[in-house]
């Protein structure tokens, strides 16, 4: 008999059905993914297993654990199977965690409560289970608080306090999402191993089918709340038979592959838009008293879009900060269009901040929900001073939203009436509306899903070869990277380690973090 | 956390600095003198009244001399209460605003809490509603009006509870502090609710119910400190508003606490009197305050830490 099983699955908000006819079936210690885009239902259907669904949500059909009905289960049994039997690890390490409690109150608690134990006994197994996901000093970390761990380190912590209990079925809601390459292939890892150990049934819940692909055999596909199609990761990716999954794979292979045609473009006789020597900066109390950049060499010419790829706290924001004149460089010679960039508030500050702009990661928090899209957009124009009069803003306006494709008409509108993608367009053309030199995009699809994110970075390419601009491009997405490119440097630890044209970075990486990086790059699956 | 406490002190000496200045030469400009008076002294009589206070002398000279004597703890004399210096003014009436500030502190806290714990539990429920409607009714009802209402329900009509006084006759502690409480009750409910509700929905509470704790103890160990921190927040604040805005509930129930002097006081431009108590509560403020953010930080282990930067 499966361990777990669902039957017709439905889960109805008052206003909407969002899970429909969801079936699947989970064996003792097997490896299940669940692929979809955001909205497809998959969360949803993890936290059914779980009976922690929204208090407005309403399940019905059949969720059967180790032959037990858990939909209409009362709460109290319920509760016992949770932590106890059915475990879950959730996207966010960063507030998944308790702020107020230290790691050792969190990861005891469930062992007191499920198993009865002491504390000095319970303490015992927290340790082990601090060894066990291989965290540093398990000892000493049971004293200690959550934002004292890093992004990985709490996502190890989060894996100890679910399987502290010893459940049967770990339910994995996009684990590794918020987290660098490299430490993203150490959980997948450690997931593994935890799998393999201790026999246990793993629901892996993604959006992002190469991580799928390193972790599980096989897998559904969601879309719009019901299961479209399953079968094994690579047939899935190869001969999807479903439209909508073929849609969805067609995208992700794009990502990489599609846009390669532009690197045949020769920017090399191109005008230099940006020049960065020997730039080091940091911040006015550094942490571990370095600075954060030291001995930046970069160039960018016109139509060039170049990548800068490293792990979090490489120093990649700062540069961009730098690049924006939001903090001062140290030393170091920055270059506009052979034009020295100067301090804030001397006089050609203000052009200077027009020829740069910045397009953000997530365009959820970046457009201010207070100001209409044509506000929104006419605000850096007339601070500028590039329109005379109110007539020819407004059609400086309404060129700027048919540059990022967008219905000219929607100016009234406001951020919240608008999806992920378009608020990103809106992002875009807010960045367009200086008529700037150079681009900078911060992770700027990271926070979109896969259909969506290959529109957008048509869209971008497109921009910087119509409008002659530099981009550049920062990301720790290398299968993004890959496709956008023409050239790439790789951060690490404040200096540009390796800096080549991208076919050749990835063909022949020379140095060893890019390398590590690489390696660590979850893959697509191989061919059938 | 020592640094911190230093660095705080020390930002309070310009701040008390700032307030000492203003309020001397604020009082100073005011119209009238404090002896004007409907009885006309003989302009001999008043000349040698302002010889004996030094207030023949230029301002600035009395400015520096008053910060002098405040150097040495010395809040001077009163103009208007002969003979008596300040500082024994406010070591008489003290003890009974503290008293009253504090009972009025503690049935804020209590009632605050709870009720704000009890609206938060089921969100736009009849309990949330009626908890919430009484509240915002605690914030806008003055305590000038409360406090004679309730004199007239409790006092009067029903005849349960003294209607003035302090410590004289059992239970006529309850309705000052009611009165003075009621507004800052409302307050902390209001604060407790939303910090509750704001933490209910964070991610790790949702961690917590899937270890598959009771409800009980999500609430209890993992929800309450951030319902509190608000709160916690809003002590430093409450506690110098409970000490002096005690006037008018003083007034109402005839309690002779510090509150009636400081309206005497700027009645009478008894300038002492009035920069006494000023400087008296802004340093009372400051203090409060600092405490209010230690306890933050005990509260909440991010906060410690940013204080280590």
């Known amino acids: ?392 803003l407004a059609v400086r306006v309404a060129e700027l939203l048919e540059a990022v494709e967008l219905d000219p008409n929607i100016g009234s509108r406001y951020p919240h009436a608008f999806s992920g993608g378009q608020r990103q367009r809106i992002a875009i053309a807010r960045a367009l509306a200086t008529e700037p030199e150079l681009l900078i995009a911060d992770e700027p699809v990271s926070a979109l899903d896969v259909s969506t994110q290959c529109a957008i970075l048509a869209l971008l390419t497109k921009i910087v070869h119509d409008r002659q601009m530099a981009m550049l491009l920062i990301s720790h997405d290398l299968d993004m990277v890959r496709g956008m490119a023409q050239r790439t440097a790789v951060i690490y630890r404040g200096e540009l380690v390796e800096q080549a044209d991208t076919r050749v970075l990835f063909a022949s990486p020379r140095h060893e973090h890019t390398r590590q990086l690489l390696a660590a790059s979850p893959s697509l699956p191989a061919p059938l | 956390m020592i640094a911190f406490i230093s660095w705080r002190v020390l930002q309070a000496i310009p701040v008390l600095l700032a307030v000492v200045t203003a309020t001397f030469f604020l009082v100073h400009a005011a119209p009238g003198g404090p002896f004007d008076s409907e009885r006309q002294l003989s302009p001999q009589v008043e000349q040698q009244l302002k010889a004996h206070y030094h207030l023949d002398q230029p301002l600035s000279r009395q400015y520096v001399a008053y910060l002098g004597a405040l150097l040495q703890g010395d809040l001077g004399p009163s103009f208007r209460y002969p003979g008596r210096r300040i500082n024994d003014i406010l070591l008489q009436g003290l003890p009974k605003t503290i008293e009253l500030a504090s009972y009025a502190l503690l049935f804020a806290l209590l009632c605050g809490i709870g009720a704000g714990l009890i609206a938060a539990r089921r969100p736009n429920s009849a309990q949330d509603r009626i908890t919430m409607a009484a509240a915002m009714i605690g914030i806008c009802m003055p305590s000038f009006l409360l406090g004679p209402l309730l004199v007239l329900v409790f006092g009067i009509y029903l005849d349960w509870l003294p209607v003035t006084g302090w410590g004289q006759l059992p239970g006529d502690k309850i309705l000052p502090t009611i009165t003075l409480g009621a507004a800052y009750t409302a307050y902390i409910a209001r604060l407790c609710r939303a910090g509750l509700l704001e933490v209910m929905n964070a991610d790790f509470i949702r961690t917590a119910r899937a270890k598959g704790i009771s409800e009980q103890a999500v609430l209890r160990r993992h929800a309450l400190r951030g319902a509190l921190l608000p709160v916690a927040a809003f002590l430093g604040p409450a506690i110098a508003g409970l000490l002096s805005g005690s006037f008018i509930v003083e007034t109402v129930f005839q309690i002779p606490g510090i509150g009636r002097f400081y309206i005497q006081g700027a009645f009478n431009r008894d300038y002492t009197l009035v920069m006494g108590m000023t400087i008296f509560f802004a340093t009372l403020l400051v203090l409060l305050n600092l405490l209010a953010d230690i306890l933050s930080a005990w509260l909440d282990p991010r906060i410690r830490m940013e204080y280590r930067q």
């Open chain 1, 1 to 392: 008999m499966a361990l777990l099983t669902l039957q017709e699955l439905n889960i109805d908000f008052p206003d909407k059905n969002v899970v429909r006819d969801v079936s699947l079936e989970l064996d003792h210690g097997t490896t299940l993914g669940i692929i979809g885009e955001s909205g497809s239902g998959k969360s949803l259907s993890g936290l059914a297993c779980l009976g922690l669904l929204p208090p407005t949500a309403r399940a019905s059909g059949s969720i059967c654990f180790n032959g037990e009905e858990l939909i209409g289960m009362p709460a109290a049994r319920l509760r016992r199977l949770r932590g106890c039997h059915i475990a879950m690890v959730f996207q966010d390490a960063g507030t998944a965690l308790t702020p107020w409690s230290s790691i050792g109150t969190q990861l005891i608690e469930p062992l007191c409560d499920h198993l009865g134990l002491r504390r000095s006994e319970a303490k015992r197994r927290a340790v082990a289970m601090l060894e066990e996901v291989r965290l540093p000093d398990p000892k000493s970390a049971l004293s200690r608080y959550p934002h004292e761990f890093s992004g990985g380190q709490r996502q190890r912590i989060l894996l100890a306090i679910a399987l502290a209990a010893e459940p049967e079925l770990l339910i994995a809601d996009e684990p590794t999402t918020a987290l660098d390459v490299t430490v993203q292939a150490q959980i997948l890892e450690l997931l593994a191993t935890l799998q393999r150990e201790r026999g246990l049934a793993l629901l892996f819940i993604s959006h992002d089918l190469a991580v799928i692909n390193q972790i599980a055999e096989q897998a559904v596909v969601m879309d719009a709340g019901q299961v479209v199609e399953r079968g094994s990761v690579r047939s899935l990716f190869h001969t999807p038979r479903h439209p909508s999954t073929r849609t969805l794979m067609r995208s992700i292979a794009d990502r990489s592959t599609a846009r390669t045609a532009q690197h045949t473009d020769d920017s090399a006789h191109q005008p230099t838009v940006l020049s960065v020597s020997g730039l080091s900066a940091g911040y006015p109390k550094p942490r571990n008293g370095k600075r954060v950049l030291h001995g930046i060499d970069l160039q960018l010419r016109r139509s060039e879009i170049v990548a800068l790829v490293g792990e979090s706290g490489s120093g990649k924001s700062t540069l961009a900060r730098v690049l924006l004149q939001l903090i001062p460089a140290r030393t170091g010679e920055l270059q506009l269009l052979g034009e020295a960039l100067v301090a804030p508030h001397a006089g050609s500050h203000r052009r200077q901040r027009a020829r740069v702009q910045m397009i953000f990661q997530d365009p959820y928090a970046s457009l201010n929900p207070r100001l209409c899209i044509a506000e929104t957009l006419a605000e850096p124009i007339r601070f500028h001073g590039l329109a005379n009069t109110e007539k020819e």
